[in-house]
């Protein structure tokens, strides 16, 4: 019997994250490289200066390395976890300093055009749902983000915020709706 390529890719790298969690540096470093353009990704889609993307991607993977390496590591979506870690950087970084993502950062002129993700990112922006997603509070898009892009269940967001996933269930259904009325004033 013969395993299909996803298979073998998804045993490849489940036995690279578990090399990883063991110290081996090839292995984190094989996945740094197959990871990196993944999260500067992450960083382009949120309009992120080059050095501050640097900075959120180097202490993503200090927080992830951290974790792997107290054992309790297992994540179905590598890369997913990864760039949620970067976002989170990005996120703090900027309540600490009290900004918040502008609506006119929902134009495209920041996307490089020989960036092999420029066609999906084009495809994000600058539709009128990208803008209004944009002026929601950066905690509610960040949430509405985990739970509808990246899939994460409410109670899994909960663990991560201290909360009961009710509570995150009632923030995600208060942040549609924001949303929606958002959606509605900027079509």
């Not at 180097?58 to 951290?66: F, I, K, Q, T």
């Not at 999906?120 to 509808?148: C, G, K, V």
């Given at each position: 019997?013969t395993?299909?390529?996803?298979e ?11 090399r ?15 990871t ?5 990704a ?10 501050e ?8 993977w200090y927080?992830?390395?951290r974790?792997?390496?107290?054992g309790?590591?297992?994540v179905?979506?590598f ?6 870690a970067?976002?989170n950087?990005l ?14 950062m929902?134009h ?6 020989h960036d092999?993700?420029?066609?999906l ?24 983000h985990?739970?509808i ?8 967001v ?11 269930a ?18």
């Amino acid at each position: 019997m013969t395993t299909s390529a996803p298979e073998t890719e998804k045993h490849r790298r489940t036995e690279l994250i578990r090399r990883a969690c063991n110290g081996d540096k090839d292995a984190i470093a094989t996945l740094y490289s197959e990871t990196l353009p993944y999260v500067h990704a992450v960083c382009r889609r949120r309009a992120v200066p080059q050095h501050e993307a640097d900075d959120a991607i180097a202490e993503g993977w200090y927080r992830v390395l951290r974790r792997m390496r107290r054992g309790d590591f297992e994540v179905s979506n590598f890369e997913a976890y990864l760039g949620r870690a970067v976002q989170n950087v990005l996120y703090e970084s900027w309540r600490s300093s009290q900004r918040v993502f502008p609506a006119e950062m929902a134009h495209t002129d920041w996307i490089d055009p020989h960036d092999p993700h420029a066609e999906l990112l084009n495809q994000l922006a600058p539709e009128p749902i990208t803008i209004a997603f944009s002026q929601l509070p950066l905690d509610r898009r960040e949430l509405l983000h985990a739970t509808i892009i990246e899939g994460r269940t409410y109670a899994d967001v909960a663990r991560e915020e201290g909360t009961t996933s009710g509570a995150m269930a009632n923030r995600a259904m208060r942040a549609r709706q924001r949303l929606a009325d958002l959606y509605a004033t900027s079509a």
